[in-house]
T-cell receptor, first 116, second 111 residues
Framework: GAVVSQHPSRVICKSGTSVKIECRSLDFQATTMFWYRQFPKQSLMLMATSNEGSKATYEQGVEKDKFLINHASLTLSTLTVTSAHPEDSSFYIC????????????FGPGTRLTVT | RKEVEQDPGPFNVPEGATVAFNCTYSNSASQSFFWYRQDCRKEPKLLMSVYSSGNEDGRFTAQLNRASQYISLLIRDSKLSDSATYLCVVNRGSTLGRLYFGRGTQLTVWP
C-alpha cells in the first residue's frame, strides 16, 4: 500500500515552454500532497502544500504564478512549471499523506526536469 | 538555526560494522520523527518512525530524546545495500503535516 506515482520520470524542454508533472496516489486517497524540489547534493526543499479542492500554500520565495499547482481530486495533483528557464532544472518530487496516516508521507519516484 | 541538523558525513564503513547517525531538531513542539533513506537520484523512502520509547526494526534501532531534542539511528551489521543517504525528518504536528528534512547523512558500506 501507499504507492505514489509521478509522470513523467524525465523531461527535457526548451527555455520558455511549460511542463506539467502529475502526481498520483495509487492505492489510497491523499487529502494533502506536497511538492518538493531537490538540487544536487542538497536536501529536499518544500515548494508548496496542496489540499484537495483548495488553493495550494506556497513556501516563501516560491512563485505561485510560475509553479501552478492543481489538486483536483483525492488521487491527483499536478505541478506546472510555466515559462521554464535553465535554473528551473532540478529533481521535482511529490509526496502524499493519506487520511489514515498521521504524519508519514509517501514519495513519488520524482521527475528530473532539464531545461535547455 | 536550521529546523533539523545532521552531520552530513560521509561515513565510510566496512561490511559488518555498526554505525550511528545523530540528528537534532530546534522546535520543541515537534511531535513526529522519522528516518528516511534516499538512494542516489531516487526519492526518499520511509525507513522507520521514531517513538519516544525507542524502537527497533531488524538491524535498525532508532532513539528519541525529547529533553535534548535529539534523534539517533543505529545500524548494526552493515550491508553493502545500506549505502545511501539517511534523512532525519521531523513534523511539528501541524494540521497539514508538513515535514522538515535534515540535509542527510551519507553512508557508504564497503566490502
Amino acid at each position: 500500500g501507499a504507492v505514489v506515482s509521478q509522470h513523467p520520470s524525465r523531461v527535457i524542454c526548451k527555455s520558455g515552454t511549460s511542463v506539467k508533472i502529475e502526481c498520483r496516489s495509487l492505492d489510497f486517497q491523499a487529502t494533502t500532497m506536497f511538492w518538493y524540489r531537490q538540487f544536487p547534493k542538497q536536501s529536499l526543499m518544500l515548494m508548496a502544500t496542496s489540499n484537495e479542492g483548495s488553493k495550494a500554500t506556497y513556501e516563501q520565495g516560491v512563485e505561485k504564478d510560475k509553479f501552478l499547482i492543481n489538486h483536483a481530486s483525492l488521487t491527483l495533483s499536478t505541478l506546472t512549471v510555466t515559462s521554464a528557464h535553465p535554473e528551473d532544472s532540478s529533481f521535482y518530487i511529490c509526496s502524499a499523506r493519506g487520511r489514515d496516516e498521521r504524519w508519514e508521507q509517501y514519495f513519488g519516484p520524482g521527475t528530473r526536469l532539464t531545461v535547455t | 538555526r536550521k529546523e533539523v541538523e545532521q552531520d552530513p558525513g560521509p561515513f565510510n564503513v566496512p561490511e559488518g560494522a555498526t554505525v550511528a547517525f545523530n540528528c537534532t531538531y530546534s522546535n520543541s513542539a515537534s511531535q513526529s520523527f522519522f528516518w528516511y533513506r534516499q538512494d542516489c537520484r531516487k526519492e526518499p523512502k520511509l525507513l522507520m518512525s521514531v517513538y519516544s520509547s525507542g524502537n527497533e526494526d531488524g538491524r535498525f534501532t532508532a532513539q528519541l530524546n525529547r529533553a535534548s531534542q535529539y534523534i539517533s539511528l543505529l545500524i548494526r551489521d552493515s550491508k553493502l545495500s545500506d549505502s545511501a543517504t539517511y534523512l532525519c525528518v521531523v513534523n511539528r504536528g501541524s494540521t497539514l503535516g508538513r515535514l522538515y528534512f535534515g540535509r542527510g547523512t551519507q553512508l557508504t558500506v564497503w566490502p
